[in-house]
């Protein structure tokens, strides 16, 4: 141990820088949200609680089934079931995510090649059982209806979600002429 260690050691100058920090946020203006009361403004294209779109034509759900979401879903809290229509189409007769599972990634949304998830920005929910936040088929598209009303979801996959086709075009090099003077 050094002079300098020793000093520090007896006079407990460690402690006392700690000690110095803490009367500093002692005096310093407070800045805990009083919430409930005091709410933040939702902020547009967060992570909130999931919803399944459902489409103005049918009415149901715009999900085909095709399973890319739980496919992708880190924490495996995504499960679908489907069976074949009458047209031999897929069905989807169940989809289920257990929320208290998810890590709100949004890897779901992104995977999905219809536009048929989204994190809505609704985060304020609470329960005493798991089973509440295991939502149906039906409840996420409650959601939709409740958190993604009118122009909303558009707007939601408009700027946050929707690849632009600008961001897929192909870059061409400007091909120079021959014989050109340069
Ligand atoms: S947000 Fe992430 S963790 Fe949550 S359901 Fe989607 S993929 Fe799974
Ligand atoms: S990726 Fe989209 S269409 Fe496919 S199962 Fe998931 S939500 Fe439905």
Redesign the pocket.
Known sequence: MNFNELIKKIFFVEILKGLAVTFKHMVSPSITRQYPTEKREPVPGARGLHALVRNPATGQEK????????AMCPSQCIH?YTSEGDDHKKVVDRYEVEVLRCVYCALCVE????G??VLTDHYEYAGYTREEFYYTKEMLLDNWDKYMPGEKGLEYFEKFWRPKSKDFAVHVEPVEKEGAEK
């Open positions: 999900c085909v089934g095709c399973g890319l979401c739980a679908i995977a999905c090649p219809y048929a998830l």
